[in-house]
């Protein structure tokens, strides 16, 4: 069946050109093992009496109808009737230029020739991807950034060429790099995502266009550089919450746990393990009373990228709610006020809400109420306050842990409490306004003022009349102080001596004396006429 196929081929191949009438020239091909058949004369109306063969200037064979010569045991080549030359399992040495003579019926002869090439392959063909790791079912991986080199081997007589093609989810090349020999080499450098895919190395025979293919799927593993994210959200069952974690654009899907860190950061996992899942998104639901103050919660990302010790996780500590705002807070009637709260300490965040009196009303925004949130800080303007505003307002902050309030007391005054104070305000300056005049006016008269209880006062007149009283005997002398000259400048000088007079109390007399001047350059005065001595 092979040498039926053989033949039919070498059939199709042939070409022939025709010189003259008695010449022609064929180019034929054939793979090692097949077998050949070189035409001579291809007129099927005239049998050839004797045809000899050639090959390259040297006679091989010689049959025909004339001289039967049946073939030899074991003889690859043979004479047809016809004067056709065949070569049973061909090797490589049998490639070459053929030359057949023909004598025909006649005495005519014919000449042809026939050029022989003997092909082989594309054959061995041979890929290596690397460095890359390889799966139980031949798959490559190769990590995400790394630089991959492709090789590509093949054989093919007369020549090979050798071609890396690429079949990808997102597009095709079927010629990344193509050359003529038997080795194919390229790299890629920081292979990307979009690499992943197909590659095959085609090996191509120059001559006769058989074709060998291999191929080999390559996988692109990579993650994310962010770390998972941690959230979390009130169930359905309010006596339970939700936490959830996502690491979306890793490649195979990572493996999630989540867990309770009882071991340092960036360490092996020590804590207890609640759930492990093989997702892009891992969610864990616990009773509140599971949870409690200063406990860590940890979802840890595993994936082939990542190294032992090196796995990617995001945790939070658990922390309780604390509001802090003002306690106290007064406003004036018929004005607007704004009552602040802040909460950011708390982890996960608590649900801040404001409510108003015992009963915890809850606030609803419209006309009268405006909630604002500025960050950590929840807000409540209170507009056109009223006496019936006055109260206790609360900042409730809840988060899984607790709940806690901030209580604040809101004090409303009317503008007549504010009247009295101001009236009050007015008297208070007033008499302090008026102190400080009379002050004024009693320090400016100092000197008509003469302290009393044991000096007596001083009395005025035109004479300067000078009382003094003793407060033993309680005797008043009394007489007029004589003036000193007066001076160039219209000024006078007044000398007073008082002198003490020995009693039964004292046993010894004391002189004081006292001089005022009154003028601003120095004054020679003289001895007054009358002096008043005690």
């Not at 997702?279 to 595993?302: E, H, P, V």
């Not at 649900?351 to 925004?365: F, S, V, Y």
Request: negative net charge; charged residues 15%.
């Amino acid at each position: 069946m092979k040498i039926v196929a053989t033949v039919a081929l070498l059939q199709l191949c042939l070409s022939a050109t025709v010189s003259g009438n008695d010449s022609t020239e064929t180019s034929l091909t054939a793979a090692p093992g097949d077998i050949a058949l070189l035409p001579c004369y291809t007129d099927g109306t005239v049998t050839p009496l004797v045809t000899t063969w050639m090959k390259n200037g040297g006679e091989i064979i010689t049959g025909g109808a004339a001289v039967p010569t049946p073939a030899p045991t074991g003889q690859r080549l043979t004479v047809l009737h016809d004067g056709s030359l065949n070569i049973r399992l061909v090797v490589p040495g049998d490639e070459g230029s053929y030359l057949c003579n023909s004598t025909l019926p006649g005495n005519f002869t014919f000449h042809a020739r026939v050029q022989l090439q003997v092909i082989s392959g594309p054959e061995d063909v041979s890929t290596s991807i690397g460095p890359a790791t390889a799966l139980s079912n031949g798959t490559l991986i190769v990590y995400q950034g790394s630089t991959v080199t492709f090789n590509c081997s093949g054989a093919s007589y007369p020549s090979v060429q050798l071609t890396w093609a690429f079949s990808g989810a997102s597009f095709s090349n079927e010629s990344l790099v193509s050359s003529l020999g038997s080795l194919l080499k390229f790299r890629m450098e920081n292979i990307q995502p979009s690499a992943q895919g197909v590659y095959s190395c085609r090996a191509q025979n120059t001559l006769s266009h058989q074709m060998l293919n291999k191929s080999t799927e390559l996988l692109v593993y990579y993650v994310p550089d962010r770390h998972p994210q941690c959230m979390w959200a009130p169930a359905q069952d309010p006596s339970h919450f939700q936490f959830s974690c996502t690491w979306f654009g890793a490649y195979p899907t990572p493996t999630l746990r989540w867990g309770e860190d009882e071991g340092e950061q960036g360490a092996r996992w020590k804590g207890h393990v609640y759930v492990t899942e093989e997702t892009d998104s891992l969610s864990l639901t616990l009773n509140r009373s599971m949870l409690s103050n200063g406990q860590t919660l940890r979802c840890m990302a595993q994936h082939p990228v990542l190294s032992s010790g090196k796995e990617k996780s995001c945790s939070f500590t658990l922390k309780p709610p604390y509001p802090e705002g003002e306690p106290l807070v007064t406003a004036q009637e018929d004005t607007s006020i704004t009552l602040m709260c802040t909460e950011a300490v708390s982890i996960p965040p608590a649900n801040t809400t404001w409510r108003k009196g015992l009963q915890q009303e809850d606030i609803i925004p419209g006309s009268k109420y405006i909630l604002s949130e500025e960050g950590p800080v929840l807000k409540l303007t209170i507009l056109n306050i009223s006496k019936d505003d006055e109260g206790v307002y609360f900042c409730r902050s809840e988060n899984p842990l607790a709940v806690r309030e901030l209580e604040v007391y809101l004090t409303v005054r009317t503008s007549s409490a504010y009247t009295g104070a101001i009236i009050g305000i007015f008297i208070a300056a007033l008499i302090v306004g008026s102190a400080a005049i009379i002050a004024k006016t009693v320090y400016s008269s100092r000197h008509r003022i003469c302290l009393g209880g044991g000096f007596g006062q001083v009395e005025e007149d035109r004479g300067d009349v000078l009382s003094l009283v003793e407060s033993d005997d309680e005797q008043i002398f009394q007489d007029t102080v004589p003036r000193l000259p007066p001076i160039t400048n219209g000024r006078h000088t007044t000398l007073v001596q008082i002198h003490r007079i020995p009693s039964s109390d004292h046993e010894d007399a004391e002189t004081a004396e006292t001089s005022t001047e009154r003028q601003e350059e120095s004054v020679q005065t003289e001895e007054p006429a009358d002096l008043v001595t005690f």
